[in-house]
């Protein structure tokens, strides 16, 4: 239970991370990490983390600690990225709910209510280089674009690949990221890692602000009938970070780009369903 002691900084670090698995890390003089434990959340946890009548609890009371820690934020001026393993989104492989649906709405109430502070959220799990775009209506409608690496690991198609995150040190903002991939099938002798285009020169968008993120999923539904479209073609590509165009699974019909359109802007099965039934409706209003 000690063995991650040497990567600890505090006792604060060592005590929530040891109790719950989450921790919070000031990284510069303005901004923080938080590190959330997001498989008590999981549609696949068992036991159930709700009370006998199943109303949702509080598991490892993490959703108090990131309230603290979003509060303290706001007092002492700083901004927040917040990362964990399960993303709160849709997964693009079944197009299954990850989170269960209490959790994904106290957690983006939590986040609609702190906006003000929070930068970037960082997700993994789904082994692909992806995005989302995901809107909560409570007091307000806002958008939030979540970010979800790739893995070291090739288990599941892509290839290996880590990535590296430019921002705005004093605002946090987000400015592009890049993506540093093997090929295993031209470069599994020589074990070379390779940069591949970064997401603004993919999507040529400007930064990875709400606003730019929230256009390209608008251009991706104007395109949806292009089987030409480039946006498209760069979607599919980096998901799987850059393997043979041999082994992309083409995506050039009508329900296989709705398929990915709805999967992008929704976190729960009933919403995904709600989307696809809205076929050739504006994907801003669907959301």
């Not at 698995?21 to 303005?30: E, H």
């Not at 070291?152 to 705005?168: A, D, E, K, L, W």
């Amino acid at each position: 239970a000690r063995g991650l002691d040497t990567l600890m900084e505090s006792e604060e670090e060592r005590t929530t991370f040891l109790n719950g698995g989450f921790l919070a890390r000031n990284v510069s003089d303005s901004l923080t990490v938080l590190s959330l434990n997001t498989l008590v959340y999981s549609t696949s946890h068992i036991p159930a983390s709700t009370d006998d009548d199943g109303q949702m609890n509080d598991p490892l009371t993490q959703f108090a600690w990131l309230e603290n820690q979003l509060d303290l934020a706001e007092t002492n001026f700083r901004t927040v990225y917040i990362m964990g393993h399960i993303p709160p989104a849709m997964g693009s492989y079944r197009h299954s709910q990850l989170w269960q649906e209490p959790y994904l709405r106290k957690y983006y109430s939590i986040i609609q209510n702190h906006s003000s502070v929070i930068c970037g959220q960082f997700f993994g799990h789904l082994h692909a280089d992806e995005f989302r775009w995901i809107g909560s209506s409570s007091d307000g409608f806002q958008y939030w674009p979540l970010w979800i690496a790739s893995s070291v690991t090739p288990i599941y198609g892509s290839n290996p690949s880590y990535r590296s995150v430019s921002y705005n040190a004093s605002s946090g903002e987000l400015f592009d990221y890049d993506t540093f991939y093997m090929n295993l099938l031209t470069d599994g002798q020589s074990l070379e890692w390779k940069q591949g285009p970064s997401f603004r020169d993919s999507f040529r968008v400007q930064d990875l602000t709400e606003v730019n993120v929230g256009s390209l999923v608008q251009e991706l539904n104007n395109s949806i009938m292009d089987p030409q479209s480039t946006l498209w073609q760069s979607l599919l590509h980096r998901q799987h970070v850059y393997i043979q165009e041999s082994s992309i699974i083409p995506c050039q019909d009508f329900s296989c780009r709705r398929a990915w359109l709805c999967t992008l802007i929704t976190t729960t099965t009933d919403e995904y369903a709600t989307c696809l039934a809205t076929a050739g409706a504006n994907v801003v209003q669907v959301a």
